[in-house]
């Protein structure tokens, strides 16, 4: 079955720097790739997802890259700011099947 | 609309007893999935139900079991209640039967066992 691993586990940056959060799958069939922020005590919520006929994806701030040749994809948030500090979760998803997701980054946003 | 529906939020049960949790997802969405999530552990998948039928299962004991009805709600159940069982416990229901377009979880109903 599909594994997924994400690295690193935690991350802190200074407010205003950028942040790369990269994961990489098994199943070479996973063609669906979303990224999920949870804040402390919320629930997770998707905030950006790419598609495996895609390369890039990008919305406002954050991006999303993705290698199916290499297996591997890549959260990128620019100009970081305080209220981005939560764990953020990356995910596979082969049609069909369930989502099958990474054990999550920690990022920690200093001022 | 309405978001996802998970009752009740938060229980507190003792070791040996069952417990059953209720998931309302968004209408018009007919796959539920549930994850266990702890803190070591990250988020592990139990099982997606679509269409009333068990469609996916994750590696957990038999001592959870799930089921979805025709107006996609789902229950899951744990019976024979362990200390390991306190966790959160997420359902994310999806509008098409891939899960395309991503999940959208509920907040969780948050089981202790004592």
């Known amino acids: 079955g599909e594994n997924v691993e994400q690295h690193p586990s935690t991350l802190s940056v200074q407010e205003g720097d950028s942040a790369v959060i990269k994961c990489t799958y098994s199943d070479s069939a996973s063609n669906y790739f979303p990224w999920y922020k949870q804040e402390l005590g919320k629930r997770p919520q998707l905030i950006i997802d790419?598609?495996?006929?895609?390369g890039e994806k990008k919305d406002q701030r954050i991006a999303v890259t993705l290698n199916k040749t290499a297996k591997h994809f890549s959260l990128h948030i620019t100009e970081t700011q305080p209220e981005d500090s939560a764990v953020y979760f990356c995910?596979?998803?082969?049609?069909?099947?369930?989502?099958?997701f990474g054990p999550g980054t920690r990022l920690s946003v200093l001022p | 609309k309405a978001g996802v529906t998970q009752t009740p939020r938060y229980l507190i049960k003792t070791r040996g007893q069952q417990v059953t949790l209720s998931c309302s997802p968004i209408?018009?969405?007919?796959?539920v999935s549930w994850y266990q999530q702890t803190p070591g552990q990250g988020l592990q998948f139990l099982f997606e139900y679509f269409s009333e039928t068990q469609r996916n299962k994750g590696n957990f004991p038999g001592r959870f079991s799930g089921r979805q009805f025709s107006n996609s709600r789902s229950e899951m159940n744990v019976s024979t209640l362990e200390l390991g069982d306190s966790a959160l416990y997420l359902c994310?229901?999806?509008?098409?039967?891939?899960?395309?377009?991503?999940?959208?979880f509920g907040s969780g109903t948050r089981l202790t066992v004592v």
């Open positions: 209408s018009g969405h007919r796959s």
């Open positions: 995910a596979a998803m082969t049609y069909g099947q369930n989502f099958v």
């Open positions: 994310a229901s999806s509008s098409g039967g891939t899960g395309d377009g991503g999940y959208t």
């Open positions: 790419i598609r495996s006929n895609v």
